[in-house]
């Protein structure tokens, strides 16, 4: 954690030497001893083109102009080190007696309403955390853990969004032109970030200073339509650009926390596991006991997963409740003795085992047909389910799940040798929600 923060602008105008200023500042700092409290950051164009190259001190926010390479040195001794402002340097119309405006303060910035460009010289383009920290990714996560490929669609066009091309075409009607047939056809999110449109001149911005915007947005899209592949056109004049998106994807792929269904968890042991193991999981827990539901929560409190473990009553033979989301991976080891096993149980079970966690009908498989006719929707595309079932099912439930269209079902045995655990990918990339939020 840092206490101040020294932004060099990488915009057009001030990249020329923006690099050199910033690493004259990394070596000032190392000189005055402040490396573990202060960090230069490359931020990117804050619209101030001529009054570049242009440094943002942060946290108070005093900008400084027209800055050189020999200025780092005295803005370190002065500002970091002596707490005066440099008041030659300063950005004219944050000049007050005793104090400095901010840059919302100024007539530039009054006279404009910052949407796209809102975080543009503000974060840290190549930091995610930064990112996350002004609500980013928050969309995404609402789309794809409480909203439909239609809901999100429907939302767009009552936005009345449109694009920013001459022609102004809302960008829900085309988002609904291109979600036609999700899942019998590949498709793509393609972004334009060319500016080759006359008044065009603010890709190159939000690439510079706000890529995981671009991401995100390419990424709700790409839900709502059925596309899983998408490509941004930038030119290689702008280097800037391509090196911080090329971060930005990097970390973003880095960042994807897989959801984890658990049904029929029982007493939590396969959700906490997966919780347990697989870093940054989210996982939600679904069964029909009270009791059940209880101890899953206190394992999971004890073993330090409860902050990504929720646990939801629900029964598993009916349809899912609505607003659940979609799931990277659904685990079940669900009830599956038969009839005839029923009469058969030794005391030492038949006597403490709820009768509703054991039995699975009269062949032991209903619960299997439930979770493939129902609950496999909540998949993503190309998800996996996985079961457990009894020593004599395996044959049986993979037969179930192929019957569902499930590819590349496969049985795997368990450390006893015994062909238990079943499991499959969801070949129904047209998975489409129709649950409210």
């Not at 001459?166 to 291109?178: D, I, N, Q, R, S």
């Not at 498709?187 to 911005?205: I, L, T």
Request: net charge negative; aromatic share 8%.
């Amino acid at each position: 954690m840092y206490r101040g923060y020294i932004m060099v602008c990488s915009g057009p105008n001030c990249g020329r030497t923006s690099d050199r200023i910033a690493e004259e500042f990394e070596v000032q700092i190392k000189i005055a001893g402040l490396r573990q409290e202060i960090q230069v950051i490359r931020g990117s164009c804050m619209g101030l083109c001529s009054s570049g190259p242009n440094v943002i001190m942060f946290p108070e926010g005093t900008i400084y102009s027209h800055v050189q390479i020999q200025d780092a040195a005295r803005i370190v001794n002065e500002h970091l080190l002596k707490g005066n402002r440099v008041e030659e340097l300063l950005y004219d119309e944050t000049k007050v007696t005793n104090t400095t405006r901010g840059l919302d303060q100024t007539e530039f910035f009054q006279r404009q309403t910052r949407v796209a460009l809102r975080n543009c010289g503000v974060i840290d383009p190549q930091n995610i955390e930064e990112y996350i920290a002004v609500d980013g990714y928050a969309a995404l996560y609402k789309v794809l853990t409480e909203m439909s490929p239609d809901e999100v669609i429907d939302t767009v066009l009552e936005s009345g969004l449109q694009g920013r091309g001459g022609a102004g075409f809302p960008t829900g009607m085309k988002w609904k032109f291109a979600s036609g047939n999700r899942g019998q056809v590949q498709k793509y999110v393609c972004c334009n970030a060319d500016e080759g449109d006359p008044g065009a001149f603010m890709d190159r911005s939000i690439l510079e200073g706000n890529p995981h915007t671009v991401i995100e947005a390419m990424a709700i899209a790409a839900y709502a339509i059925g596309a899983d592949k998408g490509y941004i056109y930038v030119r290689a004049e702008y280097p800037v650009a391509v090196k911080h998106l090329s971060i930005a994807i990097e970390q973003a792929k880095e960042r994807v926390s897989p959801r984890i269904l658990d049904l029929c968890c029982g007493s939590g042991c396969i959700g906490i596991a997966a919780a347990h193991t697989v870093e940054d999981a989210r996982v939600t827990a679904i069964d029909l006991s009270d009791g059940a539901l209880h101890i899953t929560r206190e394992t999971a409190r004890d073993l330090g997963v409860s902050s990504r473990l929720l646990t939801m009553k629900a029964d598993v033979m009916h349809a899912p409740p609505r607003g659940l989301g979609q799931f990277d991976i659904i685990v079940s080891n669900p009830p599956y003795v038969t009839e005839d096993e029923m009469q058969m149980l030794d005391r030492s079970v038949a006597d403490f085992e709820p009768h509703e966690a054991l039995y699975g009908g009269e062949d032991g498989l209903d619960f299997y047909h439930a979770i493939c006719d129902s609950w496999g929707e909540l998949l993503v595309p190309n998800g996996r389910l996985l079961f457990e079932c009894g020593w004599h099912q395996a044959d049986d439930v993979a037969g179930i799940m192929q019957r569902h269209g499930y590819k590349d079902v496969t049985i795997t045995e368990d450390y006893s040798g015994v062909p238990r655990i079943v499991y499959g990918t969801n070949n129904r990339p047209d998975v489409d929600l129709t649950r409210d939020a």
